[in-house]
């Protein structure tokens, strides 16, 4: 079944349809009874949680770039330096 939400970002307004099995529809309609929520905002509220769990945050984007590098940093960094 196709399921319209109504999702907001800051001041931006977007209306999207969904297709959603029959079990996660009679699950998100239990959910939205016991928090007493309409189904846009809890999935807003899913929307948001799933992209800050997936963000890259730039620590982690950097930590262990060099993990298949063999050479040392310093060294590495005067062989760059050599190239100027």
Do not use: F
């Not at 969904?18 to 189904?39: G, H, K, M, N, S």
């Amino acid at each position: 079944m196709i399921y319209d939400a109504d999702i907001r970002y800051g001041r931006w307004h977007m209306r999207t349809l969904i297709d959603l099995p029959d079990t996660q529809i009679q699950a998100l309609a239990a959910l939205c009874e016991r928090v007493r929520q309409p189904r846009a905002a809890v999935i807003r509220e899913a929307i948001a949680e799933y992209l800050e769990r997936r963000a890259t945050k730039p620590a982690e984007a950097a930590y262990g770039l060099w993990g298949a590098e063999v050479m040392d940093g310093l060294a590495y960094q005067e062989k760059v330096r050599a190239e100027w």
